[in-house]
């Protein structure tokens, strides 16, 4: 449970950092962050719940491209269960912000398990 919380933070923090660069994802507030990281969180959970082989499988065939749809839908999604986090160039947006939050996720988590700390 601890480590669903810290992983929360750390996609809230991640989506306040691609909010800020020039890409057409924009959040209001930090609470908007905080619950759009929850939903994306939570979307990805039950994601999860596909067996790895069929997921590996399907991201090889694809050459990535399978992950990165789903990717992409969950970031559209977000944006409009969520008010207060809107992409405004619309799907192109939503490619780009998946991308960047894939990206600026992945340092945030290698910073904080080299810190011990997840």
Do not use: C, H
């Not at 929850?38 to 959970?45: E, F, V």
């Not at 910073?111 to 997840?118: D, R, Y």
């Amino acid at each position: 449970m601890v480590s669903f919380i810290i992983s929360i933070i750390v996609l809230a923090i991640s989506l306040l950092i691609i909010s800020k660069l020039p890409i057409g994802v924009e959040i209001d507030s930090p609470v908007v962050a905080l619950i759009s990281g929850g939903i994306i969180g939570a979307l990805n959970g039950v994601l999860n719940l596909f067996p790895e082989g069929l997921r590996t499988f399907g991201a090889w065939i694809s050459l990535g491209l399978i992950p990165l749809i789903t990717s992409v839908i969950v970031f559209g999604l977000t944006a409009l269960l969520v008010q207060g986090f809107r992409l405004r160039w619309g799907i192109g947006s939503a490619i780009i912000g998946a991308i960047a939050l894939s990206i600026v996720n992945s340092i945030l988590v290698t910073i904080l398990q080299a810190l011990n700390i997840a």
